[in-house]
């Protein structure tokens, strides 16, 4: 399992096994009155020969102008499948889990120019 934290972000590349946990964690409800940590959670699996991803975001990543939707539906396409979902959960599958790492990276840059474009500073 590879993982990788940037300030109020997660990223990971999970086994087969934990994709269940793993689905979990991405569709917990964040809780009343709590405040989430990380604010974005983007998650790829790979499993039987398929690739999965899902995305989950926080109120602040969505009131920052992220889209759970649009950075699944950046990634999805890489892997050569396809996936939906909301502002702030969707997820996707696809037939190529190589490209996992590129659909993740993909994802990431999307991330970064939203938020360059909504002024806000591009986490490092």
Partial sequence: RRR??????????????????????????????????????????????????AANLGPDAVAAGLSAADIIGVAAPIIGGGGGGKERLARAGGKDPAKLPEAIRAAEDAITATLAGNGRPSPE
């Fill in 4 to 53: 990788q934290a940037r300030r109020d972000r997660v990223r990971a590349e999970i086994r087969r096994e934990e994709r269940t946990a793993a689905r979990a964690c991405a569709e917990q409800d964040r809780g009343a009155g709590a405040q989430p940590i990380p604010q974005l959670i983007l998650l790829g699996a790979r499993s039987d020969g398929r690739a999965f991803l």
